[in-house]
Antibody, heavy 120, light 112 residues
Framework: EVQLVQSGAEVKKPGESLKISCKGS????????IGWVRQMPGKGLEWMGI????????RNSPSFQGQVTISAAKSISTAYLQWSSLKASDTAMYYC?????????????WGQGTLVTVSS | QSVLTQPPSVSGAPGQRVTISCTGS?????????VHWYQHLPGTAPKVLIY???NRPTGVPDRFSGSKSGTSASLAISGLQAEDEADYYC????????????FGTGTKVTVL
């Protein structure tokens, strides 16, 4: 069974750094694109970017370029989403998601979500 | 800023049929990329309803159907049920956005 398990909820202060994770199991982690999706409170889903763990090919959505870093460690089947300096506006639920087959595919598996709260 | 536009809300009485549109452009839907649809209930991860424009995964009722034409796509829900009240999103690939995916703006379906 394909599973994506995300790290737990985080409460941070503005200016702090943060790295959340998404561990895949039940499939060949290196062979499927993994993406990150943001949902701010009361708002819709936003695609942040994707990474192909096999060769670390990474593509960020323009709105998130330079704001976050997406990475992966294929040896431990884990993808990451990282901030160097959080802002209050980063408060949101973050989901990792596996693309079924190819970069233009649909999401066939989701993580359970990681709630990030940034508040002074 | 999403490049796929959906109506903010649609509503219908139980048993009725509602449709949700998803309007894109020549760099996504109009370029031939597939459209996929998700249902999102509060507190849960989204669930795929339609993939590849019109295909239903195993377990999704045939009350849900999808279509695509030109630069737009649609999701239809027939025989509306109370449990269909949720947020719905379309998704496609966009060749102009650094080669990544994009979601629609989202539609809230209300069962009257």
């Amino acid at each position: 069974e394909v599973q994506l398990v995300q790290s737990g909820a985080e409460v941070k202060k503005p200016g702090e750094s943060l790295k959340i994770s998404c561990k895949g199991s039940g499939y060949s982690f290196s062979s499927y694109w993994i993406g990150w999706v943001r949902q701010m409170p009361g708002k819709g889903l936003e695609w942040m970017g994707i990474i192909y763990p096999g060769d670390s090919d990474t593509r960020n959505s323009p709105s998130f370029q330079g704001q976050v870093t997406i990475s992966a460690a294929k040896s431990i089947s884990t993808a990451y989403l990282q901030w160097s300096s959080l802002k209050a506006s980063d408060t949101a639920m973050y989901y990792c998601a596996r693309l079924g087959s190819g970069v233009a595919s649909y999401i066939d598996s989701w993580g359970q979500g990681t709630l990030v709260t940034v508040s002074s | 800023q999403s490049v796929l536009t959906q109506p903010p809300s649609v509503s219908g009485a139980p048993g009725q049929r509602v449709t949700i549109s998803c309007t894109g452009s020549s760099s996504n839907i109009g370029a031939g990329y597939d459209v996929h649809w998700y249902q999102h209930l509060p507190g849960t991860a989204p669930k795929v309803l339609i993939y590849g424009n019109s295909n239903r995964p195993t377990g999704v009722p045939d009350r849900f159907s999808g279509s695509k034409s030109g630069t737009s796509a649609s999701l239809a829900i027939s025989g509306l049920q109370a449990e269909d009240e949720a947020d719905y999103y379309c998704q496609s690939y966009d060749s102009s956005l650094s080669g990544t995916q994009v979601f629609g703006t989202g539609t809230k379906v209300t069962v009257l």
